[in-house]
């Protein structure tokens, strides 16, 4: 199913530039296929750098389903990890997955090769709630819920470093800044996020105020803004990493919202409405940000995930036991030379075309050649009658974005010949 759409011509624009306002331009990112069926009570979710796997924690039995992103489909039987596994996520070289196993008060390592945990459970603190790794794969940091602390682990030995690092009441959400010199933590009953030094260890200042109780936080890949979600709030806040402060009022969004994603080019954010069934997007680039779209998921949505390639984001649906997955959309591409065709021969050539929706090639200048024409997919195909040469524009269009044009020029060679010299029949001789 697909949010509110309107493909006005007038409003063929970026998700960043649209104004924000649904019933003037909104945008159609679209649940594809049917939820993928996972283990019991699915809750956190993270996607292999490849794009290739989606890692769900099971958090009612006590297991990790692994979806093949190409096929839709789970890979073998979920493998057993601690007790209540809740966050995941994956080193930066896709070798391993972390599990923070919140019944267990520790912390599993899933190699992903072989589909098996690695070594005994890391022991962390009480009730691990959720895990974010550096960029360098170095550390592993691990929100205590029950224990107001956060936990880092060595990656390369597997231990913890040092004792847990104190926090606001009930951390939840934890998010590392794309230079890894910061680590973002929600605190739930505290109503704000703490701020800690990677280097030292240790917080920095007094933890920001937020909505009430925050849940999940994600940061924008330059690093300059921190979304966190206010799940008794129905709102969003917006941190500015370099301030330490909010920006503005909390962004409205669905009922009871917790996890949050941010797509790779910062120009998305999505999050999860626990209570409402579906998954708000916002605009980040509109004055203020704003939610531009509402996409109905399964029910009870909670962990959001975007493949590297920001074309798909996975969210998990406690309520059925499955994971929907949403098309984003994105504004067409068109590329492409066509070679030089010959006068009478059969010719086919395909440009290049992406985007989300599916884009409708067409020609918007110039003519085709006689005998050639163009699919709405873009393949230029036929036997052209007329030989020169010939210039004309492609257009993708698909009302996302604005339309890609490519200005082509075709070349139609003469390839026949004209006799000449002299033509003998018996002893007679016919022209020169």
């Given at each position: 199913m697909?949010?509110?759409?309107r493909?006005?011509?007038?409003?063929r624009?970026?998700?960043?530039?649209?104004?924000?306002?649904?019933?003037?331009?909104?945008?159609?990112?679209?649940?594809?296929?049917?939820?993928?069926?996972?283990?019991?009570?699915?809750?956190?979710?993270?996607?292999?750098?490849?794009?290739?796997?989606?890692?769900?924690?099971?958090?009612?039995?006590?297991?990790?389903?692994?979806?093949?992103?190409?096929?839709?489909?789970?890979?073998?039987?979920?493998?057993p990890?601690?007790a209540?596994?809740?966050?995941?996520?994956?080193?930066?070289?896709?070798?391993?997955?972390?599990?923070?196993?919140?019944g267990?008060?520790?912390?599993?390592?899933?190699d992903?090769?072989?589909?098996?945990?690695?070594?005994?459970?890391?022991?962390?603190?009480?009730?691990?709630?959720?895990?974010?790794?550096?960029?360098?794969?170095?550390?592993?940091?691990v929100?205590?819920?029950?224990?107001?602390?956060?936990?880092?682990?060595?990656?390369?030995?597997?231990?913890t470093?040092?004792?847990?690092?104190?926090?606001?009441?009930?951390?939840?959400?934890?998010?590392?800044?794309?230079?890894?010199?910061?680590?973002?933590?929600?605190?739930?009953?505290?109503?704000?996020?703490?701020?800690?030094?990677?280097?030292?260890?240790?917080?920095?200042?007094?933890?920001?105020?937020?909505?009430?109780?925050?849940?999940?936080?994600?940061?924008t890949?330059?690093?300059?803004?921190?979304?966190?979600?206010?799940?008794?709030?129905?709102?969003?806040?917006?941190?500015?990493?370099?301030?330490?402060?909010t920006?503005?009022?909390?962004?409205k969004?669905?009922?009871?919202?917790?996890?949050?994603?941010?797509?790779?080019?910062?120009?998305?954010?999505?999050?999860?409405?626990?209570?409402g069934?579906?998954?708000?997007?916002?605009?980040?680039?509109?004055?203020?940000?704003t939610?531009?779209?509402?996409?109905?998921?399964?029910?009870?949505p909670?962990?959001v995930?975007?493949?590297?390639?920001?074309?798909?984001?996975?969210?998990?649906n406690?309520?059925?036991n499955?994971?929907?997955?949403?098309?984003?959309?994105?504004?067409p591409?068109?590329?492409g030379?066509?070679?030089?065709?010959?006068?009478?021969?059969?010719?086919?050539?395909?440009?290049?075309?992406?985007?989300?929706p599916?884009p409708?090639?067409?020609?918007?200048?110039?003519?085709?050649?006689?005998?050639?024409?163009l699919?709405?997919?873009?393949?230029?195909?036929?036997?052209?009658?007329?030989?020169?040469?010939?210039?004309?524009?492609?257009t993708?269009?698909?009302?996302?974005?604005?339309?890609?044009?490519l200005?082509?020029?075709?070349?139609?060679?003469d390839?026949?010949?004209?006799p000449?010299?002299?033509?003998?029949?018996?002893?007679?001789?016919?022209?020169?």
């Amino acid at each position: 199913m697909a949010g509110p759409t309107r493909r006005d011509p007038q409003c063929r624009r970026s998700v960043g530039r649209c104004s924000g306002h649904r019933d003037e331009c909104s945008i159609a990112d679209t649940v594809i296929g049917t939820p993928i069926t996972v283990g019991a009570g699915p809750f956190g979710v993270a996607i292999t750098p490849n794009g290739n796997r989606a890692y769900v924690t099971n958090n009612a039995d006590d297991s990790v389903s692994v979806i093949d992103t190409a096929s839709g489909t789970t890979i073998g039987n979920p493998i057993p990890v601690g007790a209540s596994p809740s966050g995941v996520a994956i080193t930066p070289d896709g070798n391993r997955a972390y599990v923070t196993n919140w019944g267990g008060s520790s912390v599993s390592v899933i190699d992903t090769a072989s589909g098996t945990t690695v070594g005994n459970p890391i022991p962390v603190g009480t009730m691990p709630y959720s895990v974010a790794i550096t960029p360098d794969g170095n550390r592993a940091y691990v929100t205590n819920w029950d224990g107001n602390s956060v936990s880092v682990i060595d990656t390369a030995s597997g231990t913890t470093i040092g004792n847990p690092i104190p926090v606001g009441a009930y951390p939840s959400g934890v998010a590392i800044t794309p230079d890894g010199n910061r680590a973002y933590i929600t605190n739930q009953t505290s109503n704000s996020v703490s701020v800690i030094d990677t280097a030292s260890g240790t917080t920095i200042g007094n933890p920001i105020p937020v909505g009430t109780t925050p849940f999940g936080v994600a940061i924008t890949p330059d690093g300059n803004r921190a979304y966190v979600s206010n799940q008794y709030g129905s709102s969003v806040s917006l941190i500015d990493t370099a301030s330490g402060t909010t920006i503005g009022n909390p962004i409205k969004v669905g009922s009871r919202p917790s996890g949050v994603a941010i797509a790779p080019d910062g120009n998305r954010v999505y999050v999860a409405n626990l209570n409402g069934n579906s998954v708000s997007v916002i605009d980040t680039a509109a004055t203020p940000p704003t939610v531009v779209a509402t996409v109905p998921v399964g029910a009870s949505p909670i962990g959001v995930a975007i493949t590297p390639d920001g074309s798909r984001v996975y969210v998990t649906n406690r309520g059925d036991n499955s994971v929907s997955v949403i098309a984003i959309d994105r504004a067409p591409t068109l590329s492409g030379t066509p070679t030089t065709a010959a006068l009478d021969q059969p010719y086919r050539y395909t440009f290049t075309v992406t985007g989300q929706p599916t884009p409708t090639v067409t020609i918007t200048s110039g003519h085709l050649p006689d005998g050639l024409t163009l699919s709405p997919t873009g393949e230029l195909s036929g036997t052209p009658t007329t030989a020169g040469q010939f210039e004309f524009t492609v257009t993708a269009t698909n009302g996302i974005g604005d339309d890609a044009e490519l200005p082509v020029v075709l070349d139609i060679t003469d390839t026949t010949t004209t006799p000449t010299g002299s033509l003998e029949f018996g002893s007679g001789i016919f022209g020169s």
